[in-house]
C-alpha cells in the first residue's frame, strides 16, 4: 500500500495563477481531509469529506474549493493565489468511526510569489 | 485563549534524559485526546493516544488530567531518534471537524 500521495512535492506560482493539488489514498478510507501548516502555527482544516460527493468547509476555506468524485481521490484547488497561501499542505485520510487517527500525506510546499 | 496550548521549545535534552511536555486546552467538553509526531519536513504520525487512567508504550507515558485541562508526554531514557516535534491533538464534540491541533512542542536531543 502506498498509503496517502499527494503531487506535487513543490511548487513556485505567481500571485493570481491556479493550481490543483492532487491527494489520493489507496486504504479505502471515507474520511479525507486538507490541511495548511504555517511555521509556528497548528495545522489549520482547510476541507473535509466524509465520503465520495460529500465535502465540508473547515476552518479556513476561503479561496481554496474541492471536490470528491471517488474514494479515492480528494484535489484541492486553489483559485488565484495570493501570498497568504504560501504553506505546506498535507492532505489526510481516516476511517470512519476512527477519525483521530489520520494517515498523512507528504505534503506540498507551495509558494506564492 | 487558544484551544490547544503548548510550549513550542525547543527543549534540548541530553542522550538519556527524561522529558516531559504539557498541553493544555481550553473546552473542557474535549471528548479525546493524542500525541502525533512529526520530524522535520515530514508528514505527522499518530504516536499514542491519552485514555484517562493514562497509558504507557514503551519509554512513552501519556496522562490525562481533565479536571485541569492538561494532557502530558513523557519521555525516558531519550534517544537521539527521539527529536521530532511532539503535536497535542484534541478531539472535541462534533466529530471529526473538531480535531484540533496545536503547534507543537520541538525537541532536540543532543549526544
Known amino acids: 500500500n502506498a498509503g496517502v500521495t499527494q503531487t506535487p512535492k513543490f511548487r513556485i506560482l505567481k500571485i493570481g495563477q491556479s493550481m490543483t493539488l492532487q491527494c489520493t489514498q489507496d486504504m479505502n478510507h471515507n474520511y479525507m481531509y486538507w490541511y495548511r501548516q504555517d511555521p509556528g502555527m497548528g495545522l489549520k482544516l482547510i476541507y473535509y469529506?466524509?465520503?465520495?460527493?460529500?465535502?465540508d468547509k473547515g476552518e479556513v476555506p476561503n479561496g481554496y474549493n474541492v471536490s470528491r468524485s471517488t474514494t479515492e481521490d480528494f484535489p484541492l484547488r486553489l483559485e488565484l493565489a495570493a501570498p497568504s497561501q504560501t504553506s505546506v499542505y498535507f492532505c489526510?485520510?481516516?476511517?470512519?468511526?476512527?477519525?483521530?487517527?489520520?494517515?498523512f500525506g507528504p505534503g506540498t510546499r507551495l509558494t506564492v510569489t | 485563549r487558544k484551544e490547544v496550548e503548548q510550549d513550542p521549545g525547543p527543549f534540548n535534552v541530553p542522550e538519556g534524559a527524561t522529558v516531559a511536555f504539557n498541553c493544555t486546552y481550553s473546552n473542557s467538553a474535549s471528548q479525546s485526546f493524542f500525541w502525533y509526531r512529526q520530524d522535520c519536513r515530514k508528514e505527522p504520525k499518530l504516536l499514542m493516544s491519552?485514555?484517562?487512567s493514562g497509558n504507557e508504550d514503551g519509554r512513552f507515558t501519556a496522562q490525562l488530567n481533565r479536571a485541569s485541562q492538561y494532557i502530558s508526554l513523557l519521555i525516558r531514557d531519550s534517544k537521539l531518534s527521539d527529536s521530532a516535534t511532539y503535536l497535542c491533538v484534541v478531539r472535541g464534540a462534533g466529530g471529526y471537524q473538531k480535531v484540533t491541533f496545536g503547534i507543537g512542542t520541538k525537541l532536540q536531543v543532543i549526544p
Open positions: 489526510a485520510s481516516s476511517s470512519a468511526g476512527q477519525d483521530y487517527e489520520q494517515y
Open positions: 469529506s466524509v465520503g465520495a460527493g460529500i465535502t
Open positions: 491519552v485514555y484517562s
